[in-house]
């Protein structure tokens, strides 16, 4: 079998007046308040997006991340896998899968599971379980963005790029 890469990019907002993504950081205590598939043979970013309460999986660009951070990291898998996992995040877009708002509050009230879909890291480690490359024996909605980036380190998950989006858009690819 052939080896192949898969992407995953983790957002640090730099806009303090983003209530939700300061949110996200005050809950997890981490600087990475997002988590997307990025889908380089295509230049596309999968991920869920909205407004406030009409948030569902699509495909985005970097430009549209205004004065963030993305630390892109690259996974080496089979190229069955790689089919696999972009199959089912493409499904999440292709269908509007919507947000799993619960989940998100269950890392805070852990009662709460799932009202159905999937937010970020959720829907990325799903992918992951979906390509055989996660253990199925772990919830998904388990994981924050920063435990998705940990858990793709220890399965030996580089650094390939990291970006700054400035306020106008406009893409800076930094040194990694």
Same mark, same amino acid.
Request: aromatic share 20%.
């Given at each position: ?26 809950? +997890? ?10 889908? #380089? ?27 963030? #951070? ?26 509007? +899968? ?17 009202? !159905? ?14 390509? !055989?490359?996660?253990?199925?024996? +772990? ?24 970006? #700054?989006?400035?306020?106008? !858009? ?7």
């Amino acid at each position: 079998m052939q080896d192949a890469y898969i992407y995953v990019v983790f957002f640090n907002n730099l806009n303090k007046f983003d209530f939700i993504s300061q949110l996200i950081k005050f809950f +997890t205590r981490s600087q990475i308040n997002h988590s997307a598939v990025y889908l #380089y043979d295509e230049n596309k970013i999968v991920e869920p997006r909205g407004k406030f309460f009409d948030v569902s999986w699509k495909y985005s660009t970097f430009d549209s991340y205004a004065h963030q #951070y993305a630390y892109i990291y690259r996974l080496k898998v089979t190229t069955e896998q790689k089919f696999l996992f972009e199959k089912f995040i493409k499904f999440l877009a292709d269908t509007n +899968t919507p947000y799993n708002y619960l989940g998100v509050i269950g890392f805070v009230i852990p009662v709460f599971t799932s009202n !159905g879909g999937y937010f970020c890291s959720e829907g990325i480690y799903a992918a992951l379980q979906f390509a !055989g490359i996660a253990s199925m024996h +772990t919830k998904a909605w388990k994981y924050n963005p920063d435990m998705l980036k940990e858990y793709l380190e220890n399965k030996g998950a580089e650094l390939y790029k990291v970006l #700054y989006i400035d306020k106008h !858009g406009i893409i800076h690819e930094l040194p990694t």
